[in-house]
């Protein structure tokens, strides 16, 4: 990965030669630092002035792509004229957009009642955070920190998801000290920004647009994956991560240094 700040002058060459932008953004760990418990995570008033103004200008199409559900990732940021992507793309709404996925909500009642087996298994171990999320399901685990009682959370978190895992209902996936249970279809952070970028192409006949997707974490490994060849990648994070972004910037503050580049620049 290269850093994107050391090659600036040849990302202005793109900004400049765009007559749109659309920037994808992850939530937690690309715009707010990662805390403790996801209800903290809260966008600093920079990042919120700096994603306002970006919202209101012509030559730009904000969409945040979050883990979090649909109705979490839109309170959260609170800004109109943004379209967001919920449950890694699973559900999506704004600018009269709106997409949910039909067989995600087919297994709704499986989720359920995977959710609720899991709080009973699981109600011993106060630390875990277990999130209904509408089309998935989230045991965030950073508040424990011992090791034999994590070992005993995997386990139990495996045995009561096991026989759905091998129906092919579900699977599960790792990210920041949290595991996901998931419907198991082919779709992804990545398959949401190509079905927008798609939708994007068909309703504004413009020759040059630059797309850019800023992540932190694996689920945005997808999206940099389609990102690759046909925009820009930006992983937020250590540079020693492996990662198919080809650019990375250190944290959220260089991203919010990133956003006032862009508007200062476009705004010449
Ligand atoms: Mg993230």
Known sequence: MKYLFSYWKDFCKQLRKAEVIFLFFDYDGTLTPIVKKPELAVLSHKMKCLLKKLASQKWAQITVVSGRSLEDVKNVVGLNRIIYAGNHGLELEGLKLKYTNKKALNIRTD???IYKRLVEN???????LIEHKGLTLSVHYRLE????????IFKILKNTTDIYVKQKKIRLARGKKVVEIRPRINWNKGKIVLWLLE??????SLRNTLSIYLGDDTTDEDAFNILRKRGVSIFVGSPKRKSLAKFYLRNTEEVADFLEKIINYRQL
């Open 122 to 128: 699981l109600s011993t171990y106060t630390k875990l």
């Open 145 to 152: 920190k011992n090791k034999k009682r994590l070992n005993r």
């Open 111 to 113: 989720l359920n009642a």
């Open 199 to 204: 939708y994007f192409k068909q309703k504004i």
